[in-house]
């Protein structure tokens, strides 16, 4: 199964669709993920890379009491996370704390700090400010969009406010804007939304049918990049909405998820249905105009934008995270539940 | 009281009306004929009959009736009285504002007839004054005016003793115009005075002017036989037109009537003739007069070839071309013959460089436009059914327009290399580089119109003329199949044969320069159109994997699984898929060739992938304890994929029928699977899921070539959606032929959907 990759692996007990990055650790690279089954006991796993960089040790295993839809990491609290859960019919939404000196206990218990309970439809996710500190958070399901404000010491989160997202629009999901803590793309079937925090109104939108997932540079302000099904990746600048800046080709099959390195400039990672893991580098110039893009294209065509392809998976690739201690590592997991971290570093020296 | 509009109730409105008719002068106008209606209506009306109506009254009612009717009355009659009163009391407001008006006016009108007096007065005064000052100065008027006139007398006469030396100056500065002036305007004074006061300043003048006379002679006869040549230029210009008109009609006998064939070409040669006679013997006349007839000579080209590019932007066969660079060669050559110092040949030769070069330009626009034109049609007509083929029909349509096209541009251009003038013999190496680089960006430009045509690059399109008929949004699929296999047909063929011609006939060349290499790379145009072809051909794919994209998630996003209620027949979502299916293969079958792979694949995938691993597990363990089973259906799930060979899923795609659908059904299939691990079902929903993949069984695995990789994909489905299912109990085998064999039949009655 290793089959010459170069990826570190880790295998989860069940199939699994989310992995996050523990930002708030600075000590090590870790990751955090949980399992999707309808009928067993999920689990949440807390991953670390051993100093040396050859091993993935399990650092903590417990146990979730619902299958697990999306899960991220609290970006200031290495020991906070948020779930989305599903029991089969019904939707959940909660914000779990890692018990203290888990590592004495035999069987640690995650400890419920706040459920988002206001949600009556499919729950798509849980967004934490990617940037820093902040006491909000968004939840956005079917057809509306939370602000959440959270008090970790009271163990207590609060509607802020709410907005329906309009009829016949279906959100799916969304990102948070780390150079804007009131900006907040929320993707639904036939566009990317885009929402003002203060006024709960929607302020602009991209009009494009089937995205799955949308991602922020993190370095560069206004710069969105974006997964479709079947028409590839597109990276946007938000201030001209209506053109793409650049088009990846994307997946054999659907591209599910897709986010941009925290650090290097244009390194974008997508995984697809296909069974693969796409590494992109489009770097995107300040004078990269949409119409000048006859001049563009011809040395964008001379150098391949994909940088590589990690194939080595068995099945589907869902879920998708840098790690933003070490920018060049990334961990990749595929729906039978095996946890790949890879390094990029053979890459770079390319750029 | 009356003022505003809106709607009253009918006691108001009939108190109104009664109130307008007792205003009104004329009671005719009021409308109610008493004899019409009814007696109890009368009462509003002006020969209302108390006594009768009293009768009628007490005859018909009651007497709660009389009685109600006693109050009403007393109460409309109270009504009334405060209406009248009210309108008296405004009348009166009104006419006590009136006689206010009136006494402010009184008063005002006092004051003003002292004012009227005073003003009178004063006007009397200004005018008096006025006159006084008038006379003062009316002395000094007059003497200033006749101070004026003597100025200007002196100023003439000043001009007359001038005049002499004036003239010398025009004379010498050749502003003869100017002297001739001064001259006319001197003339009359000379007339009255001449003989006595002016006498001497007379005779100077005239002889100046007699200077003038002369060196006027000689110019004037210049210019005018330079207006003379200019003249005929502008009659050969003409002629040149006639000539144009003339290599016409050779293929277009339409025209025979508008031009007459009085005027062949010798009568152009003729007048040439005469303008070289004429510019030779002005030479002779005007020796220095070279400069002004170069330019004349030159001037004529210029416009010759101006002619010849509106010409050629006419779209026009190199006949036609040769046949008016003939005809200018000629009159070149022989007007080299008088003015061999405006060397005008190498005048020529730059003209008609450009000249040829927006020749051979316009010639690939126009063929760029036939081929658009003949992809287009598919477009165009998709419903007309008539053809069984339509795809097929463009494609050959276009492949033909691409071959054939490029094989008559070129013959076109031999014809211009073959011609023996010898303005074509010195520009052929220029020539053959253009055609050269005009095939080069010929197919580039193709390229991008394809991409354009698909639909694929619909961003940068503003530049594009040759687009405005092309509605981006509305490509069809089968005009990108039909771009794919043109882009290979190019590749394979068109290529290799222009490739052949050009080394045949347009070899050489080198006028570009050796380092730059020759103009035309076949190479490169056939690396642009592989990888077109491979995009166009991906694209295709996509756009129908789309289509059932949106079908599927239709299908999956609707109904709620959890609650779904038990089967009953297989869901219509299947016969739509295998129509699109069926769809994709009418088009593919029609544009790509047969794959030759199709008994290699599938004896190889035979023997390595026997049974899909799923159909144990759909076998064995789905009748076991819904406990135990997750587990192990995972690990069994590693280890059969540990033990058994990785199906391709995502294979490469060819430009074959067989690979085309293959791939497109994989695609579609693996989207299912997507689909149905986004969603959660109950028991019903996951056997409604096996039911509908256990049809799609057979009619896939019949028209597709991987059997092996369709098989396992269709497991899969089935395994995710029994992994997404809360209770996964299959439906008995039974059950599920019957439902199946049920579906068949009902599918066969109206239109039989499975082969």
Excluded at chain 1, 332 to 337: F, I, K, N, R, T
Excluded at chain 1, 340 to 350: A, D, G, M, N, T
Excluded at chain 2, 720 to 738: K, T
Aim: hydrophobic fraction near 40%; charged fraction near 25%.
């Amino acid at each position: 199964m290793q089959g010459g990759s170069s990826g570190i692996g880790y295998g989860l007990k069940y199939q699994a669709r989310c992995i996050s990055d523990v930002k708030a650790d600075t000590d090590h690279t870790s990751f955090i993920t949980g399992t999707l089954s309808l009928r067993e006991e999920n689990e949440v796993h807390l991953i670390r890379l051993s100093s040396g960089g050859t091993e993935l040790i399990c650092e903590g295993l417990f146990s979730h009491p619902n299958e697990i839809w999306d899960l991220s990491s609290c970006p200031f609290d290495q020991r906070i996370f948020s779930t989305v859960f599903s029991t089969g019919e019904s939707y959940g939404a909660a914000i779990w704390q890692i018990p203290e000196l888990y590592g004495q206990l035999n069987s640690p218990q995650l400890e419920r700090i706040a459920s988002l309970d206001a949600h009556v439809g499919k729950i798509n996710c849980v967004l934490w400010w990617p940037s820093g500190r902040h006491d909000k958070l968004i939840s956005i399901d079917d057809e509306n969009l939370f602000l959440w404000s959270l008090d970790c010491s009271k163990k207590a989160a609060q509607v802020q406010s709410k907005e329906s997202s309009g009829m016949l629009h279906y959100l799916s999901g969304g990102a948070w804007d780390p150079h804007d803590v009131n900006a907040v793309a929320a993707t639904c079937e036939s566009s990317v939304q885009f929402w003002d925090l203060r006024t709960m109104k929607k302020t602009s939108a991209i009009e494009r049918a089937h995205i799955r997932n949308a991602n922020y540079d993190m370095k560069k302000k206004h710069i969105l990049v974006t997964a479709e099904d079947e028409s590839g990746i597109h990276i946007w600048d938000l201030r001209k909405p209506k053109i793409p800046v650049k088009e990846l080709p994307g997946h054999t099959h659907w591209t599910w998820a897709v986010t941009c390195n925290p650090e290097y400039d244009g390194l974008i990672l997508s995984a697809g249905t296909d069974s693969t893991v796409n590494l992109w580098l489009a770097p995107i110039s300040a004078g990269d105009e949409p119409n000048s893009e006859g001049i563009a294209e011809s040395p964008t065509q001379q150098a391949d934008p994909l940088l590589n392809s990690y194939s080595d998976y068995e099945d589907s690739v869902y879920g998708l995270a840098w790690s933003s201690r070490e920018p060049w590592i990334f961990a990749s997991l595929s729906y039978d539940g095996r946890v790949v971290v890879e390094s990029i570093k053979p890459f770079l020296s390319r750029k | 009281m009356g003022t505003d509009d809106v709607p009253l109730d009918d006691k108001a409105k009939r108190m109104r009306d009664l109130l307008s008719s007792f205003y009104s002068p004329d009671p005719s106008s009021t409308p109610n004929a008493p004899s019409k209606y009814g007696i109890l209506d009368a009462i509003n009306t002006s020969s209302f009959d108390p006594d009768q109506y009293m009768n009628l009254l007490v005859q018909k009612s009651n007497l709660e009736a009389l009685l109600q009717r006693h109050v009403e009355m007393a109460a409309e009659i109270k009504n009334l009285d405060t209406d009248l009163q009210m309108l008296v009391y405004e009348n009166y407001n009104k006419f006590i504002s009136a006689t206010d008006a009136i006494k402010r006016m009184k008063s005002n009108i006092i004051g003003m007839e002292g004012n009227m007096q005073q003003l009178l007065d004063k006007i009397m005064s200004v005018q008096s004054r006025s006159d006084g000052v008038n006379t003062s100065l009316f002395e000094k008027r007059e003497h200033i005016e006749k101070l004026h006139r003597t100025r200007n007398l002196l100023r003439k006469v000043q001009f007359i003793y001038d005049l002499p030396a004036r003239l010398g100056r025009c004379i010498k500065s050749e502003a003869y115009a100017d002297a001739v002036k001064f001259y006319t305007g001197a003339m009359p004074i000379f007339k009255v005075y001449g003989d006595s006061s002016f006498q001497d300043c007379k005779r100077a003048s005239e002889e100046a002017v007699a200077i003038i006379v002369k060196n006027l002679q000689v110019d004037s006869l210049q210019a005018k036989l330079l207006e003379k040549l200019e003249q005929s230029l502008g009659d050969l210009r003409l002629k040149t037109d006639e000539i144009e008109n003339v290599s016409l009609e050779s293929n277009d006998t339409s025209k025979l009537g508008k031009v007459s064939d009085s005027i062949p070409t010798t009568a152009h040669e003729a007048s040439v003739r005469e303008f070289a006679e004429a510019i030779r013997a002005y030479r002779v006349i005007f020796p220095d007069s070279e400069r002004q007839l170069i330019t004349l000579a030159e001037d004529l080209v210029i416009k010759h070839f101006e002619m010849t590019k509106q010409y050629i932007k006419r779209r026009i066969s190199s006949a036609n071309l040769l046949g008016v660079l003939r005809t200018i060669w000629a009159d070149v050559l022989l007007m080299d013959e008088v003015l061999c110092e405006a060397v005008l040949p190498d005048f020529s030769l730059e003209a008609a460089k450009d000249a040829v070069k927006l020749y051979v330009a316009r010639t690939f626009t126009y063929l760029l436009q036939d081929i658009s034109d003949a992809l287009l049609k598919v477009n165009v007509k998709p419903k007309e059914a008539a053809e069984e083929h339509p795809l097929q029909v463009a494609l050959e349509a276009s492949k033909k327009a691409v071959l054939q096209g490029s094989m008559d541009v070129l013959l076109d251009f031999r014809q211009l290399l073959d011609d023996d003038l010898g303005l074509l013999v010195k520009l052929r190496d220029f020539i053959i580089d253009w055609v050269q680089e005009g095939f080069q960006d010929f197919f580039r430009a193709l390229d991008d119109h394809f991409l354009l045509l698909s639909g694929r690059k619909n961003l940068s399109s503003q530049d594009h003329g040759l687009t405005e008929g092309v509605h981006v949004e509305k490509v069809l699929a089968g005009l990108v199949l039909v771009l794919a296999q043109l882009s290979v047909f190019i590749e394979q063929t068109a290529i290799p044969r222009i490739t052949e011609e050009i080394a045949a006939s347009f070899s050489g060349g080198g006028a570009r320069g050796y380092e730059n290499g020759p103009a035309f790379v076949p190479g490169e145009i056939c690396r642009i159109f592989r990888s077109a072809g491979e995009k166009l051909l991906h694209h295709y794919i996509n756009m129908r994997t789309q289509k059932v994209s949106t079908l599927l998630r239709k299908r999956f996003t609707t109904p709620n699984w959890v609650k779904h209620k038990e089967p009953r027949e297989v869901h219509m979502f299947v016969d739509l898929f295998l129509q699109e299916s069926k769809a994709i293969g009418c088009e593919v079958n029609q544009i790509l060739p047969q794959g030759h792979l199709r008994k290699h694949r599938r004896s190889d995938s035979n023997g390595s992938t026997t049974s899909s691993r799923s159909n144990p597990l759909r076998d064995d363990k789905m009748s076991r304890s819904n406990t135990q089973r997750a587990r192990s259906q995972l690990l069994e799930t590693h280890l059969a994929k540990l033990f058994k060979q990785k199906v391709e899923i995502f294979t490469k795609v060819e430009h074959t029928q067989e690979s085309v659908i293959t791939t497109t059904v994989k695609l579609c299939l693996k989207s299912l699977q997507e689909f149905v691990r986004l969603q959660t079902f109950n028991r019903s929903g996951f056997q409604q899921i096996q039911l509908d993949i256990q049809f799609l069984r057979t009619p896939l695995k019949e028209s597709v070539e991987d059997e092996a990789a369709i098989d396992f994909l269709l497991d899969e489905v089935i395994v995710a959606a029994s992994e997404r299912c809360l209770d996964p109990i299959p439906l008995e085998p039974p059950i599920l032929d019957r439902l199946i064999q049920a579906k068949l039949v009902k599918s066969k009655e109206p239109n039989p959907i499975t082969p």
